[in-house]
């Protein structure tokens, strides 16, 4: 709920910001109307102009699987036809929240902007907030990146079928994978003759919370050891200290199995062994000690996750922050800590 609350006081932080630059701007250029509660109207109105049009780019996006091809051109200029709609309809409800000319409203606009941007790219985004866009399979089911579904033959939820785009050591075609909503996964065997749904489910799009560092079993948000510019989402399994192996599809802590909580519980974990030979951290006969700095991650696709059992532990310093919100697409909203 801590999160809620970063994302409530950010929203309100933002607007009330955008509020009083537009007010001065209006009190300098000695517009027609210059209360304060006509800048805050008009303020909000341009936080909801803005999330509508981001709704429509998210949407846009969502319409482009990765087997559809499309000019470079077209994305441009659809971001750009956006960027003017943003602009003139906020200088347009400047104008008439203030009662001014269309030159004066520009002119307090452009505070609006610099004073709310320089707020996002200064405190909530290093601080408190940043939204991620899924690209591959690895912590299938929870988060996706473009997919087919099916049905599960177990138990009769969605079965999700990843769009193959990251190869793990010793990987070919016969890792293809599927998953269901409750932790089923099927291989490339079982999945043959399986009912698959031809169209594409879009890539979901995470919410971080930087405020706080994930628990066992939360989603952490890193920068992957090997290549700090990458960022890794994974489920953290191994705290500060603890001693990890994975055996008989479950971690091992300090030597006690461990159940995933609640609608986890199903989620099952393969040996890097399994996949990769020997050369692997956290085996049962070579667990690994972990310092006192360092996670061990997991993703949920375990037959398709590049994770801690192939790279190693991760140091606290890479941690950004905590997995918090899956926001989009709406079907599959949800708070995940
Ligand atoms: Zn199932």
Redesign the pocket.
């Known amino acids: 709920m801590a999160f809620i609350t970063c994302i409530v006081l950010s929203i309100l932080a933002l607007t009330g910001i955008g509020a009083a630059a537009i007010w001065l701007g209006a009190r300098w250029m000695h517009a027609g109307r210059t209360r304060f509660g006509a800048a805050l109207v008009a303020a909000v109105l341009i936080l909801l102009c803005n999330l509508f049009l981001l709704t429509v780019k998210m949407a846009w996006d969502d319409a482009h699987p990765p087997n559809t091809h499309l000019e470079f051109d077209t994305r441009i200029a659809r971001s750009v036809l956006l960027a003017i709609v943003g602009l003139v309809g906020s200088i347009v409800i400047i104008k008439v929240a203030m009662k001014t000319s269309l030159a004066k409203a520009a002119f307090a606009w452009l505070l609006h902007g610099v004073a709310g941007l320089g707020f996002a790219v200064l405190v909530v985004r290093p601080f408190l907030l940043e939204s991620y866009v899924i690209p591959a399979a690895s912590m299938a089911p929870t988060l996706m990146g473009w997919h087919h579904t099916a049905v ?1 033959p ?4 969605t ?1 999700r079928v990843p769009h193959r785009t990251r190869a793990l050591p010793g990987d070919d075609k016969r890792l293809t994978v599927a998953i ?3 932790y ?1 996964s099927f291989d490339y065997y079982q999945l043959n003759g399986m009912e698959i749904e031809e169209s594409w489910q879009p890539q979901d799009r995470l919410m971080a919370d930087k405020t706080s560092m994930p628990g066992r079993w939360q989603l952490a948000v890193f920068k992957y050891p090997d290549d700090p510019t990458e960022t890794y989402v994974k489920r953290v399994v191994g705290l500060p200290g603890e001693e990890v192996w994975i055996d008989d599809g479950a971690v091992w802590i300090n030597g006690q199995r461990q159940t995933p909580p609640g609608e986890l519980r199903d989620l099952e974990y393969l040996s890097g062994q399994t996949i990769a030979g020997s050369e692997v951290y956290g085996r049962k006969d070579a667990p690994l000690l972990l310092g006192p700095n360092e996670y061990f991650m997991l993703g949920d696709l375990s037959r398709m996750s590049s994770d801690s059992r192939f790279w190693g532990p991760v140091p606290r310093d890479a941690i950004i922050g905590v997995g918090a919100l899956r926001y989009w697409p709406p079907s599959r909203w949800k708070v995940l800590d």
Request: hydrophobic share 10%; proline share 0%.
């Open positions: 599960c177990r138990c009769q939820q079965l269901c909503d409750n089923h």
